[in-house]
Every structure is written in C-alpha cells, then in structure tokens.
C-alpha cells in the first residue's frame, strides 16, 4: 500500500498569501496525484488531477506540480473562502489512498 | 446537472447489515465506475472500494480490510450503486461518500450518509 504523508497538518496564513501543501509518497506514483478540498460541513470536491490539471471550476489561484513522490499544491492568495481541509489522493496503485490531510485556516 | 444522492444511512447495532444506495443522474451511469468513500468522525478519508462500468464488465476492487464485509454492486436500469456491509463493527462509524469515478480519481460526490454502530 502506498502511503501519503501530508505536511504541514496545518497552516495558518493571512489573506493574500501563498499556501504551499506538501504530499509525500512511500513509493513512486508517477503523475497519478490527485488533490480535494473539503469545506466544513461539507463533501470533499475535486480540486486538480494528475498533478496539475484544474477541475472545471477551480480558481487559478490553484495550482500543482512534481512528480514521482513529492507533489505540491500552492495557492497563490489564499481567500478567506479557500478555508478547507486538503487532501491528496494517488491513483497509481491499489488500493487507492489518501493523504491525512492538510488544514487551512486564516489567521 | 450530474448528481449523486447517497442514502441508506442509520443507526445499526454492531453485527448487524447495512446497505447503502447512492442514486445517479445527469449522465450516463452505466458507463462510469463508481466508489464509495468514507470518513469517521474527525479523520480523513479512506477509500472502501470501486465497482467498474460496463466496458469493464462491472467488476471490483475493495479495500483488503473490507473485503470479506463490504460488496459494491450496481444497477445499471436504475442508476442506482449499492454497498452492503455485514457483520457492522464500531470503527465502521463514518460517514459514506458516493463517488462517480473517472482515471480512479473521485471527480463527483455525493453528499454523504451517515451511519453509526453502536
């Protein structure tokens, strides 16, 4: 099983700055990364696949990048509405995993 | 609009069934593989399994942990996924996600339903 380490578990940044999540495989995935955002209270959605792709929808402020086992994602001004919990998901291997998740707040 | 509606969701005592429905709409069911995702209370998402389309012949793939409990089966003339689980014990608690699946990547998620086993 290939396990996801995300980092920081938190992350706490003003308006207007630049968030930078780390996702970190025990194995190579190759580009098969996939990134969520979950808003409380709410059901994760589809933030980027395969490293770097935008889901329809998703701000440019949004982007990702890596490859093998480290990936980031970055927003480039973090929004007071970006407030979320992230998670990275690797779509290479069985069984498909998960990240712990990295938590976005605004300080 | 492409929706996933879960349901099914209650309260259960440990040893007991459960099964779960997520009903489709919005686009064409029978040709996506479908998974269902769940959370436990304050912790992350953990993959439970994934049931193909029918260009794939609508097979499976579960977690290990799951496998000899849970069953994900569809159908098709419904447009309905559904998952069983026997046997129902406490870190079973979570709530279930049901996901359209493209790449075996979640692109569409249900709202969730929520079960307890207590």
């Known amino acids: 099983e290939i396990v996801l380490t995300q980092s920081p578990a938190t992350l706490s940044l003003s308006p207007g700055e630049r968030a930078t999540l780390s996702c970190r495989a025990s194995q190579s995935v190759n580009r098969y990364l996939v990134w969520y955002q979950q808003k409380p209270g709410q059901a994760p959605r589809l933030l980027i696949s395969?490293?770097?792709n935008r889901a329809a929808g998703i701000p440019a402020r949004f982007s990702g990048s890596g490859s093998g086992t480290d990936f980031t994602l970055t927003i480039s001004a973090l929004d007071p509405e970006d407030v979320a919990i992230y998670y990275c998901q690797q779509r290479g291997n069985w069984p498909l995993t998960f990240g712990g998740g990295t938590k976005v707040e605004i300080k | 609009e492409v929706r996933l509606v879960d349901s099914g969701g209650g309260l259960v005592k440990p040893g007991r069934s459960l099964t779960l429905s997520c009903t489709a709409s919005?686009?064409?069911?029978?040709?996506?593989?479908m998974s269902w995702i769940r959370q436990a209370p304050g912790k992350g998402l953990e993959w439970v399994g994934v049931i193909r389309g029918r260009g794939y012949g609508g097979t499976t793939e579960y977690l290990e942990s799951l496998r000899d409990r849970f069953t994900i089966s569809r159908d098709d003339s419904k447009n309905i996924v559904y998952l069983q689980m026997n046997s129902l014990k406490t870190e079973d608690t979570a709530v279930y996600f049901c996901?359209?699946?493209?790449?075996?990547?979640?692109?569409?998620w249900g709202k969730g339903t929520t079960v307890t086993v207590s």
């Open positions: 395969d490293v770097s």
């Open positions: 919005g686009f064409s069911f029978a040709d996506y593989a």
């Open positions: 996901t359209r699946v493209w790449n075996y990547y979640m692109d569409v």
